[in-house]
């Protein structure tokens, strides 16, 4: 008797080595709430992030502003200042190459009671580069006339990062007219 019910406990066991059909069903619907709940979650946060036709473009232009301000900045040999109110006009003076149609001058203008950020090349008329600057802030640094470095610092409102900031080395030392 002792063997029959060894027997029979050997064969329940030798039954329930696998999971049944219900039980792969049920793990399987448990599953996919886990996922469903996972990538609903994922999709929230996609949604959340700025697209390149919104806030994006616009953090991307005034990059480009910023870094075409750069190059002229640090590429000049003498930069003439003048502040007026709340106007900044710089003239700068290109360093000469032999490159046919290099700019041998460019100006630029931020006028704060415009909101613009203007450009001109050598003598043609200026550019309207942004009408949604917010606001501006600059220092020139000078040792013996001679120029440093240039800080900018720019607010755009309708931007994801809306201040932007410049620390413009000048490698030539321009003079400062």
Request: proline share 2%.
């Amino acid at each position: 008797m002792n063997e029959a019910r060894e027997y029979s406990r050997e064969g329940r066991n030798a039954r329930r080595r696998g999971m049944t059909l219900i039980e792969a069903v049920v793990s399987l619907v448990v599953v996919s709430v886990l996922l469903l709940g996972l990538s609903s979650s994922v999709m929230l946060g996609v949604r959340a992030l700025p697209t390149d036709t919104e806030l994006g473009a616009t953090d991307r232009q005034v990059q480009e502003i910023c870094n075409m301000l750069r190059d002229d900045i640090a590429a000049s040999t003498a930069i003439t200042y003048q502040k007026s109110g709340n106007t900044v006009r710089l003239a700068l003076e290109m360093i000469p190459t032999d490159a046919t149609g290099a700019h041998t001058h460019i100006g630029w203008e931020i006028i704060g009671d415009a909101n613009m950020i203007r450009r001109r090349v050598d003598a043609r008329a200026y550019e309207i580069i942004s009408t949604t600057m917010t606001g501006y802030n600059h220092d020139i640094v000078t040792v013996d006339g001679n120029i440093q470095h240039v800080y900018l610092m720019f607010h755009f409102e309708d931007t994801i990062q809306q201040k932007f900031e410049l620390y413009i080395q000048t490698p030539y030392g321009p003079e400062l007219k």
